[in-house]
């Protein structure tokens, strides 16, 4: 058991594209990571340098206080579960196991009773001496956990272990692999690109994108306050609705203008943030989260007049995706460089004039594609961001 | 009183089976069978006359038959008993060379194979396209050279020069390296990468990847390689008879050529007698092989 901590590293290919830029991080002994972003964002790039299967260009990585950039992955002290198992096919699943430990020269007797401590813990006790090629998904996933727990690592590295499953034996295996990982207390690194495995699984969640980390918290956290849009447009399911609009503070009251609608929000909300207050009058991008958004009108929520572009009824909820005239907010193109002219531009062309949101409205509730509706937006559980750089205004 | 009316029951009567005519039979499947009698006739044929004019005495090329009227053991005999031609010590050669350079041709084979398709190093790609690039010429192209140059290594090492057998070896292996190592490495290309990555971590060294995980893994082509190798050290001719000479030291194909080489049509009997023995260990070669040609090998490795 150790601490892992990266200090700045870079990948960096070739051809001079950054995989990795300046990842630091500190992972405290026994705690359950989550690397997550979507795809290409350099997260399992990070995962593998930390394990040795790709050179680090610049930057240390250390586990348990000794730096690992000239050790190889043998001699790490770590275990590792591939996103495909990688499972040897000619061996029998108590061999695969048992690999590691036959590798470090320990005896029969002891690795027999290592396997079969980890066969029983994983529910693999009758399956020891079939070959992978016989076993389920789920089965093949458990003997891949079984080999990286019956060594006594340091660090556990998983890289979207459970993405070939099917979604009943996810949701299983997600809880087991949490609950393992609490039991054994080993700290874990987990590379995942599913919002639930994210939300779920970890002490903390590390967002990734373009091979910068984003933020480092706790989901609830992360949740609750995104340090940026696209932390904000990323984390949650359905995603934030992201609208540009203008504030305007007056004596005690304020609201945001967006497009031809107001909506009044309190003052004491733009009170707790300094950022914010600075920006009177000014353009800035509100985030709205799916739940704050309301079919019938509720206390401290105020009317906002939409379109239905797309109404789905999920059984114990409606999710609909409404259109709002406004300036809608392009996440992946803020902050990447791409200058607020260009921006404007595509807007003048026509790119998109509309506001996309998504609100979830309880079971039962029908609407058609095209009807003009209002909604009713929860003024105080707003979250704010600065235009040109996509910071949250705290 | 009457009984209850019982329902009747219809049943629909089972359609007979119209039975094909054997036109019909003809055009379905019946042409399939025709073309593999063509194929076993093909193939069985100079099996049959081999065995046929081995076990018949002073047969000829032109007039043998099928089934032999006498079958005799005379030709076995004659081919054993003959110190002139000493088709023992051809045989030993040939079986002991061909095994051993099959040996070191898979080793060999798998060895740069394993190098040019886990490793990333300057000049990979020029040395793939260059090992294919010798592989365009036949190896007797460069007998010549090859003489030339056993003869001067004769100077130095009388070992392996000229008239050896170990020379003929190292020979065989030099000029089989390039296809193979082709060969191999597009079977070792479809490993999946990460089988390798999870060895690492488990903490296993390059060797032992190589020699615990890729070399079990590739058992099928190691073994067609492997094959193939003693079918073309049995078989070769040209090379074989330029560098050996000792009439003890020669391999099958060019001591049984004596028999019919010089003296033609005389000495049929015993060529296809040493022909029949030689052909038996590669038959049970192939069938020793047979279980490890199989393949999905490497299915239910990764992915569900």
């Known amino acids: 058991m150790a601490e892992l901590v990266l200090t700045e590293i870079d990948k960096v290919y070739d051809n001079g594209f950054y995989a990795v830029k300046d990842l630091s991080l500190d992972v405290a002994d026994g705690e359950f990571l989550v690397l997550v972003g979507p795809s290409g964002c350099g997260k399992t790039t990070a995962l593998r340098m930390v394990a040795g299967l790709e050179d680090i260009t610049d930057g240390t990585v250390a586990i348990g206080g000794k730096v690992v950039n000239d050790i190889g992955p043998r001699d790490r002290n770590i275990a590792m579960v591939f996103q495909s198992y990688a499972l040897y096919p000619h061996m029998t699943v108590g061999e695969n196991i048992g690999f590691g430990l036959a590798l470090r020269h320990e005896g029969k007797a002891e690795i027999k009773e290592k396997v079969d401590r980890a066969g029983r813990l994983l529910d693999l006790t009758s399956m020891l001496t079939r070959k992978p090629k016989q076993l389920s998904g789920g089965q093949r996933q458990r003997v891949a956990m079984g080999r990286a727990i019956v060594r006594d690592a340091e660090l556990f590295l998983m890289d979207e272990p459970l993405s070939n499953l099917d979604a009943k034996l996810r949701v299983q295996m997600r809880a087991e692999i949490a609950s393992l990982q609490r039991d054994l207390g080993i700290t874990t690194v987990y590379v995942t690109h599913d919002q639930v495995e994210a939300m779920t699984m970890g002490h903390r969640v590390a967002v990734m994108r373009l091979g910068e980390l984003q933020q480092v918290a706790p989901p609830q956290d992360l949740y609750d306050n995104p340090d940026n849009i696209f932390v904000a447009g990323f984390i949650g399911t359905p995603p934030m609705t992201l609208m540009h609009a203008i504030l305007n503070v007056e004596g005690d009251s304020a609201g945001l203008r967006i497009g031809s609608q107001y909506l009044p929000i309190p003052r004491s909300v733009v009170d707790a943030r300094a950022d914010l207050v600075a920006k009177n009058g000014q353009e800035i991008i509100v985030g709205l989260r799916a739940e704050d958004i309301f079919h019938e009108q509720r206390e401290g929520s105020h009317p906002l007049e939409v379109t239905v572009v797309l109404s789905e009824a999920l059984g114990s909820s409606v999710h609909l995706t409404f259109g709002l005239a406004g300036t809608p907010v392009d996440e992946m193109r803020l902050g990447s460089g791409l200058a607020k002219e260009e921006e404007q531009e595509l807007t003048r062309l026509g790119h998109s004039k509309e506001i996309e949101g998504v609100a979830v409205f309880p079971p039962r509730l029908e609407f058609r594609t095209g009807d003009a509706i209002t909604v009713y937006a929860n003024g105080s559980r707003l979250h704010f961001f600065d235009v040109e750089s996509g910071h949250a205004l705290r | ?304």
């Not at chain 2, 050669?93 to 190098?115: D, E, P, Q, R, S």
Request: aromatic share 12%.
């Open chain 2, 1 to 304: 009183m009457t009984s209850p009316a019982v329902p009747v029951v219809r049943v629909a009567p089972i359609p007979k089976q119209k039975r094909q005519t054997f036109v019909q039979w003809l055009k379905s499947n019946g042409w399939r069978h025709a073309i593999a009698w063509v194929a076993v006739a093909f193939a069985v044929t100079p099996v049959l006359w081999v065995v046929s004019a081995a076990f018949t005495t002073n047969p000829t090329i032109s007039s043998g038959s099928l089934i032999p009227t006498d079958p005799t053991l005379d030709n076995f005999k004659r081919l054993l008993n003959n110190p002139d031609q000493p088709y023992v010590n051809w045989y030993v050669n040939t079986m002991l060379l061909a095994i051993i350079v099959a040996l070191f041709t898979v080793l060999i084979g798998a060895g740069a194979a394993y190098a040019f398709s886990r490793f990333r190093f300057k000049g990979r790609k020029v040395g793939l396209m260059f090992l294919l690039l010798v592989q365009m010429f036949p190896q007797f192209l460069a007998l010549v050279a090859i003489y030339l140059i056993m003869a001067q290594v004769s100077d130095v090492f009388s070992g392996i020069g000229l008239d050896s057998l170990i020379g003929l070896g190292l020979v065989y292996l030099g000029g089989a390296m390039g296809i193979n190592a082709w060969l191999i490495k597009g079977f070792f290309d479809t490993i999946p990468m990460e089988i390798d990555e999870s060895a690492k971590v488990d903490g296993a060294s390059h060797g032992q990847i190589f020699w615990g995980i890729i070399l079990p893994l590739a058992a099928p082509v190691l073994a067609v390689v492997g094959l193939l190798s003693v079918i073309f050290t049995i078989n070769e001719f040209v090379i074989a008879s330029a560098l050996l000479q000792s009439p003890q030291k020669l391999t099958l194909a060019v001591g049984l050529q004596q028999f019919i080489g010089e003296k033609y049509s005389e000495n049929w009997g015993p060529f296809a007698a040493g022909a029949l023995l030689a052909a038996i260990p590669v038959v049970l070669l192939f069938i020793f092989l047979q279980r490890f040609i199989v393949g999905g090998l490497t299915q239910g490795s990764v992915k569900g």
